[in-house]
């Protein structure tokens, strides 16, 4: 081959290169332009993890870069799934409880109508027969006490109604106030902005443990947000120096450290309690920590499940 063609050829290679890189930019921007607006605290992270994918894509990518882009456009797209599909699924659930709730007000008012129906219709029969009494003085007693009996019935229909309206407002903030806990926010494990920042600080390590360090103070409970503000960045950077391994930290919550250790399980193990104390005496804050190692192929979002639940 002369070697006019072999750059025509080569010039053939990077034109179709670059046209398949275009093709996969606007692939995903698609795809992240495509993701609704709400729930905003599921749509955003994802939608932000696949412009940032885009925008941090070489413009002559190595073949690791793009098996790289490649795990991290499947691993968000899975997450943003599945966070859906139980987003989708709890929702069905509480509006099925609100309609329950709401058909059992319904019959509970319907048998309210039909009692005091029929404590009204004895008290307008009774009425009724006073009409042809003759005995003034008998008339007034006895209407005295069926005005008094109507007043009662009306006061304790409005009260069952008032109790029968509140309990199915209760239903439905209770119902609210569990739809909102069920939406991921910012400290949530699966594909947050927490865990996609971590996710991307390790790019290219081999192997890490992941560490979660909670603080509470001496009540047992989490620190005031103000008070852990003035420590967060501190027990970042203090971090790298006392485990001696490189760290990547990130803060989902107030009291809560998040870290990708470059180190084996085993040999961080061997200095969690000791790492404990430490940042205990640093913080004035008792510090418990819990660890996991991702398996063979693993995501980091699986394997941060596996922590969550690891007592």
Known sequence: MSLANQFTSLEWIEATRDAALQLWRTSVLSMSESIPAAPKQICEPHRRGLRQLVDEMPTKPAPNQLDQ????????????GAQMGTFIDSQEREAKAVLTSVAQITETLSGLDQRYAVRLQGITKKLRLLATCSDLTEMRSRLNTEVTQLEKCVEEQQRDTRSAVSRLSEDINTSELRRQRGIPGPGSEHASDSLLALDRAISGWDHYCLVRYDFKDRNGNAPDPGAWKTQEAGLQEALPERVGHPVRVVVPKSGTLLAAVQCQLLEYASQAESMERSLTQASGLACKSRVVEPLRGEAMR?????????G
């Open 69 to 80: 882009r490649k795990a991290k456009t499947s691993e968000i797209l899975k997450s943003y």
């Open 302 to 310: 699986e394997a941060m499940a596996r922590l969550e639940k690891a």
